[in-house]
């Protein structure tokens, strides 16, 4: 059954360092997404994709974040300067279309410490 | 806004017991619902959804109706085993996800 990947599975990283998650969605599939669950927390959307620009971010996903599709299969989320507010679990998610009645398939996250 | 309430863990249970975990939704229009449940040091596994109002999602014995009227979608099962124990999200789609704030979910043999 395809899955959705993300690499690595867990970083730790000194604030202020740049940090890039790795994602492989299900090939088919067209719609991308990021969520992130701080510890204890609930899980935040933070980013969608689709065709190459972002369709809709949250509040969270300010300036100190991007994502990029660099090829036909990575998805990727930067931060620029991480803060030691950013650790969390970081999960990437992809869907065939867009809309509440398609699922969404998790990766299985990569958890982010920032010292 | 749009927001899911989710009921507040952990829920601990024997094994055979009888579950429900309720969720309760607010938002405009008429989203789809979802359970997914997270194992531990796992990711999110959709676990089942419903798209319309008195739609029944089912999976695995875990059942949740979409009930429009009282803007609910509670998880139940009527037998849980110790295989269960994980944290159980509600959540709820228009063109992104919104989560409750999951519920850990714990059955000792």
């Known amino acids: 059954e395809p899955e959705v990947t993300q690499t690595p599975s867990h970083q730790v990283t000194q604030m202020g360092q740049e940090v890039i998650l790795r994602c492989v969605p299900i090939?088919?599939?067209?719609?991308f997404y990021w969520y992130r669950q701080i510890l204890g927390q609930k899980v935040e959307f933070l980013v969608s994709?689709?065709?190459?620009?972002?369709?809709?971010k949250s509040e969270i996903f300010d300036d100190q974040f991007s994502v990029e599709r660099p090829d036909g299969s990575n998805f990727t989320l930067k931060i620029r300067s991480t803060k030691l507010e950013d650790s969390a679990m970081y999960f990437c998610?992809?869907?065939?279309?867009?809309?509440?009645?398609?699922?969404?398939?998790f990766g299985p996250g990569t958890r982010l410490l920032v010292l | 806004g749009d927001s899911v309430t989710q009921m507040e863990g952990p829920v601990t249970l024997s094994e055979e017991a009888f579950l429900t975990i309720n969720c309760t939704y607010t938002?405009?229009?008429?989203?789809?619902l979802f359970w997914y449940v997270q194992y531990p040091g796992e990711g999110l596994q959709l676990l089942l959804k419903a798209t319309k109002a008195d739609d029944k999602g089912s999976n695995k014995g875990f059942e949740a109706t979409y009930r429009k009227e009282t803007t609910s979608f509670h998880l139940e099962k009527g037998s849980v085993q110790v295989s269960d124990s994980a944290v159980y999200f509600c959540g709820m789609a228009a063109r992104q996800l919104t989560f409750g704030s999951g519920t850990q979910l714990t059955v000792l043999p």
């Open positions: 994709f689709y065709n190459n620009e972002i369709s809709e």
């Open positions: 090939s088919n599939h067209l719609y």
């Open positions: 998610a992809s869907s065939g279309s867009s809309g509440g009645r398609e699922t969404q398939y």
């Open positions: 938002a405009t229009g008429y989203p789809s």
